[in-house]
Each structure stands twice: as structure tokens, then as C-alpha cells.
């Protein structure tokens, strides 16, 4: 019996997600090695890997349009394409598991944070930035919040992070994602 396009939806998803796996490497091996590079290196090697990811968006984008079966799965992946575009995450772990939807593997790494934050591995910049992406990726997935979690966030949270949050929330139409991502990444070859 037929598929009717099962498997092959199966596939092209799979093939996304490999791909976007695969460029949210390559940003967090970028940012990992950035004291290794020069200055100019690594400027042109992300803006290298923001324009990979500026054409994996138009590549959704033209798929999203034909195929309506896969605007729900796909949605994930677009918030995390625009998100490391607009670059209100700054880490691509984070954005990686927002875009797969692992809300228990956020939790982990937070819990893992704090640890590291208490025996001093972890500077309090950093650890706040990375604090702000992992629960507002848990607020975009539904997740309940403590209340010191939403105190964190109302107190922390930057102009980029409420930006994503307002446009997040308006997804009716991927266009509107579509057409921020499309503006930052102007932004970003300027």
C-alpha cells in the first residue's frame, strides 16, 4: 500500500532536522573556539553561518508554503531559525533544544548551571544570559514556570528576548516570523 507521502515527510523532516542540527553546531563550535580565531575570522565565519541559516529559512519558508501538513512541525524550527538570526539566544545548545522541543533537556542544563554557577565554573554574565534563553524556551514550550523563574525573567529579560517573545506569540502566520528573521538578517550582513 501506498504512503500517500508519509515516509516521505518522515525523511524531509528528519533531513531538516539534521541540517539544522548541523548549522547550530557549527555556530556553537564557532563561539567555542572564538579566543583561537582572529577577529576577522570569526567575524566572517558567522556571517558565513548566519547566511547558511538565512537560506535554510527561505528553504522552509518555500516548503511551508506547498506542503500544510508540515507547518506544525516545522514551526519549532522556524522560532529557532529566527532566534539565532535576531541572535536573542546566544546559545546554540539552547536553541537547539527549543527547535526539538526538549523541555526535560533545558531543565537538565539549567539544573546543571546552577550547580556550576555555586562552585564558581560559571561566570554570573553567563550564566545569566543562558538562564534567560532556557526559560523563556521553556515558556514558548508550554512548560510551567516557578514564580522565582518568572521574577528572573521580568527582571533580566532584554530588548532581543522580548522581541522574540512578541513575535513568538503572534505566530498565527509564519510570515510574521519570517519577515523579523528577514529583517535581522539584514541587519546582520550590514
Known amino acids: 500500500m501506498a504512503s500517500r507521502g508519509t515516509t516521505e515527510t518522515s525523511k524531509l523532516k528528519q533531513n ?7 548549522l547550530m553546531q557549527q ?3 564557532l563561539e567555542e573556539c572564538r579566543e583561537e580565531l582572529d577577529a576577522d575570522e570569526y567575524e566572517e565565519t558567522k556571517k558565513e553561518t548566519l547566511e547558511q541559516l538565512s537560506e535554510f ?26 532566534a ?9 545548545e539552547v536553541i537547539r533544544m527549543f527547535a526539538k522541543k526538549q523541555p526535560r533537556q533545558l531543565r537538565t542544563r539549567l539544573a546543571e548551571m546552577d550547580r556550576d554557577l555555586m562552585v564558581g565554573k560559571l561566570p554570573r554574565d553567563l550564566y545569566t544570559q543562558q538562564k534567560l534563553e532556557i526559560l523563556t524556551a521553556l515558556r514558548k514550550l508550554g512548560e510551567e514556570l ?11 529579560a532584554g530588548a532581543a528576548l522580548s522581541q ?3 513575535v513568538s506569540t503572534d505566530l498565527g502566520s509564519g510570515d510574521k516570523v519570517f519577515a523579523l528573521a528577514s529583517v535581522e538578517v539584514e541587519k546582520a550582513k550590514q
Not at 531538516?16 to 548541523?22: I, Y
Not at 529559512?57 to 529566527?82: C, F, P, R, W, Y
Not at 516557578?146 to 533580566?156: A, K, V, Y
Open 16 to 22: 531538516l532536522e539534521e541540517q539544522l542540527d548541523r
Open 27 to 29: 555556530l556553537q563550535d
Open 57 to 82: 529559512n527561505d528553504s522552509l519558508k518555500k516548503i511551508m508554503s506547498g506542503d500544510m501538513t508540515l507547518v506544525d512541525e516545522l514551526g519549532g524550527m522556524q522560532l529557532a531559525i529566527q
Open 84 to 92: 539565532a538570526i535576531s541572535q536573542a539566544f546566544k546559545t546554540p
Open 146 to 156: 516557578t514564580g522565582d523563574d518568572e521574577m528572573f525573567l521580568s527582571t533580566n
Open 164 to 166: 522574540f517573545e512578541r
